[in-house]
């Protein structure tokens, strides 16, 4: 891989990476000077694990909706095409350790959660695809490593 490409992730080797990790992955500086601070939050390993479409898919929805109640700083919060973590999308907020503790403290409320928001025909475009708690399994599993999270890359990468 020789030539960058114009995708931040793709130009990241992923057989070095270690799940689970967040990372700062990009900062855009609009023309007003608002800062957008793009995070790869990586639950699974590449390549080597996934999460299940309908418990991506709740997670989506609950860290979405609970995230905005640590911060108003939260443009937006996207699964990965390939099902192994999400991109969190901040602005004006260049704080990694408050990151972390807006995800540690978003993901404790998933877990408190008895419902998944906005899991209907007129509020989401595949209401039938959602599973709270496998939602409720990847929080649990992410924050028990919770440790882990500033490590990016396998110690022997």
């Given at each position: ?21 967040i990372r700062l ?90 419902a998944v928001p ?10 039938a695809s959602h ?27």
């Amino acid at each position: 891989m020789s030539d960058k490409m114009n995708v931040e992730s793709f130009n990241l080797d992923h057989t070095k990476v270690k799940a689970p990790y967040i990372r700062l992955a990009d900062i855009k500086t609009g023309e007003h000077g608002d800062r957008i601070h793009k995070y790869d939050m990586r639950i699974c390993q590449p390549n080597q694990d996934h999460m299940d479409m309908p418990a991506l898919h709740s997670l989506e929805h609950l860290m979405a909706e609970m995230s905005r109640n640590h911060s108003d700083k939260v443009v937006d919060i996207s699964p990965m095409g390939c099902q192994t973590g999400f991109y969190i999308a901040m602005i004006n907020h260049d704080d990694y350790d408050g990151v972390l503790d807006l995800l540690e403290g978003t993901l404790k409320d998933v877990l408190a959660a008895d419902a998944v928001p906005a899991c209907n025909e007129m509020q989401c475009g595949w209401a039938a695809s959602h599973s709270l708690e496998g939602a409720k399994d990847i929080a649990r599993g992410f924050l028990a490593k919770r440790d882990e999270w500033a490590q990016v890359f396998a110690e022997d990468a």
